[in-house]
């Protein structure tokens, strides 16, 4: 049996159809309120509680032997806190194996992003707990860019915040699904962190390029500069100081590239035995459905 959370969010949602394809018994931890119907009609089981409730947390750990943790939100509460207890009642109940779905860069000391301080202690706490583990560090999902490749097709506008020149290797949430289940039976990826990325190293400038050639039109680039971004952020402030340090964790991933080089993903390429798909690749498979 396996234990997956955030089983609606973009991530969770695909590991729990390939698990039901390949008809793997799997309990999905759900809010009450989320659109969890589709994934229990492939089979998943909805377990519905909180996981910002440690009791929610080991009632849904009975019985399982694999663990995959897939949910975000606030940083402190959900980020920290459920994974922290998520882990403790994993080796309470003696689960074999415990996937972690973290961030590329956590472990570079940003101080503007409370998700990644909050995914890099996560991270140092289930290294050290005893359980049989796999860290996943993706720099982003492709699937965040359907949206704009819309956006662009409708308009063929482009909208690009921060350094066009910053580099960065979004990754299939398809593939990481898949490297997510075959880690907890692949003897390379036990107790190991690893960086997941696309198969190539693009700078955020050719995003537009790509679509463009997708669309067939020329595609107009609107830069506009992080001050506006900031601007806006600190005007946050006097309204909600919690949704602008929820805002600097976007501002990092703005300012700074986020990629892997080519032997990381040969490296993780030759782990699970599999090639990775390329963002063009990806875009016009799902924009041709």
């Keep these: 049996m396996f234990l997956v959370t955030g089983a609606t969010g973009a991530l969770g949602g695909k590991i729990v159809t390939q698990l039901r394809e390949r008809d793997w018994p799997v309990r999905m931890f759900v809010n009450l309120f989320s659109a969890y119907e589709e994934l229990a009609y492939r089979g998943a089981t909805p377990f519905i509680g909180d996981l910002r409730r440690e009791r929610d947390i080991a009632k849904a750990c009975q019985g399982v032997r694999y663990v995959i943790s897939a949910h975000t939100g606030d940083a402190e509460a959900l980020d920290f806190r459920a994974n922290i207890d998520l882990i403790d009642q994993a080796k309470a109940h003696n689960v074999e194996h415990f996937v972690y779905l973290s961030v590329l860069g956590c472990d570079r000391g940003f101080q ?145 590239e986020f990629f892997c080089t080519p032997a990381e993903i040969s490296r993780l390429e030759s782990i699970y035995q599999l090639k990775l798909e390329s963002l063009e690749t990806y875009l016009r498979r799902y924009l041709s459905k």
Excluded: H
């Design 112 to 256: 503007d992003g409370p998700t990644f301080k909050a995914r890099r202690e996560v991270e140092k706490y289930l290294a050290a707990s005893g359980l049989n583990y796999t860290i996943l560090r993706p720099p982003g999902l492709t699937s965040y860019l359907l949206p704009l490749a819309e956006r662009v097709r409708e308009t063929g506008i482009y909208v690009l915040l921060g350094d066009p020149l910053n580099r960065i290797s979004p990754v299939s949430a398809d593939d990481l699904a898949r490297l997510a289940i075959a880690s907890v039976n692949c003897e390379g990826a036990r107790n190991q962190t690893l960086p997941v990325g696309g198969p190539e190293v693009l700078k955020r400038q050719d995003l537009p390029r790509i679509l463009g050639g997708i669309w067939q039109r020329e595609v107009q680039i609107i830069n506009v500069p992080m001050w506006i971004f900031d601007l806006v952020r600190g005007g946050l402030g006097p309204i909600n100081p919690a949704a602008q340090r929820q805002v600097g964790t976007l501002r990092t991933l703005l300012t700074n």
